[in-house]
């Protein structure tokens, strides 16, 4: 039997009649199918008794693949499918030193994640939450000059950290918003960056520049809590953050600090740690923090093509051809 999982409530797959689904997948290609058929995350114990023989995981970035959950499936498991483009949830390194290939969905989630990260970038900058709240607590006045002012895009500098396949194609989105120039940094220059005019800069140069600073870099072992009391101290007073990568690039507690004391000016963030960020958390009593709950590329399309890649990079590995986008081989 092969052990699948996907994220579609009872509730939503009434709605998620595509055959292209990833369970359909599967079933259609004879896996036997054991499911954690809820949105609550499953709890490791369930995971751990039932992983055990399969021949494959379909897993999703809330379950934390390790050693763990190795040792309790067995020798004979063949594949990991994680319905991500992020991955630190994975431990890598022990799938690789027992051969466990694994496959994720960066692709097809570019579009959906970009979208997402230009809406709360304008909703921060534009102070959307702000306007918002103040409709539905009576605050709305009269229209006065200064009121809920914001900062736009119009002749900014956009910093992007990890110019990756997301931080590219939201900087193609901002640029007709009349952005003046890009910056970027990473592991190396990128070939991309030609088609925006984007220039290479170091770490602290793109902070200390950048009117908008966007964290869409994977999150590893090596920029854990980048984002911190002293980057933040760094950049502009009036500099906008951005957060779509992953809650760990943030130390929240410096964050909340620089938000409260004007160090810098707001911030937008998809994700958190933890997920779901508990609702006394400081940061959601802060005007200047937008918090949305790590919805990047929840768009149904996009969804049921994650799904359905993850059923096809695990279907790969048992029929021995190549997975469609493998992170591990
Ligand atoms: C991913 O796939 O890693 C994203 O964070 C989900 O939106």
Redesign the pocket.
């Known amino acids: 039997s092969r052990q699948t999982r996907h994220d579609f409530s009872k509730e939503s797959l009434r709605h998620e009649t595509s055959p292209r689904s990833g369970v359909d997948v599967l079933t259609a290609a004879g896996c036997e199918i054991t499911q954690w058929d809820s949105d609550d995350r499953v709890p490791k114990q369930e995971l751990i008794k039932n992983i055990a023989g399969k021949d494959g995981l379909f897993c999703l ?1 809330t379950d934390r693949i390790d050693r763990k959950v190795l040792d309790a499936a067995g020798p004979q498991l063949k594949v990991i499918g ?6 630190d949830h994975i431990d890598t390194g022990e799938c690789k030193k027992r051969g466990i290939p694994i496959g ?3 692709d097809v ?1 570019t579009n ?2 970009a979208e ?1 990260t230009v809406a709360l970038l304008l909703a921060t900058s534009r102070r959307l939450k702000e306007g918002m709240n103040a409709v539905v607590d009576g605050k709305w006045g009269t229209w006065s000059p200064l009121w809920l002012c914001g900062q736009g895009l119009d002749g900014a500098t956009v910093g992007v950290v990890g110019l990756g396949r997301i931080g590219l194609a939201v900087a193609k989105r901002l640029q007709p918003f009349g952005v003046k120039q890009f910056l970027y940094t990473g592991n190396s220059p990128k070939e991309g960056a030609k088609e925006i005019g984007a220039n290479f800069v170091d770490f602290d140069t793109l902070v200390k520049e950048s009117d908008f600073v966007l964290g869409c870099c994977a999150l590893t072992d090596k920029n854990k809590g980048l984002f911190n009391a002293d980057v933040f101290k760094k950049m502009k007073k009036t500099a906008i953050f951005i957060n ?3 809650g760990g690039l943030v130390v929240q507690e410096d964050l909340y600090d620089a938000l409260k004391s004007g160090e810098i000016l707001a911030a937008g963030l ?2 958190t740690t933890p997920e779901p960020l508990p609702t006394d958390s400081p940061l959601l009593g802060l005007e200047n923090c937008v918090v949305i709950p ?5 768009n149904m399309k ?1 969804r049921c093509a ?1 799904s359905e890649l993850t059923a096809r990079n695990i279907l790969a590995v048992f029929n021995g051809v190549p997975m469609p986008c493998p992170l591990l081989v």
């Open positions: 970035l994680t319905m991500s483009g992020g991955y994720y969905t960066p989630l959906a994640t997402l779509t990568s992953r998809d994700v790590h919805i990047g590329s929840a996009t994650m």
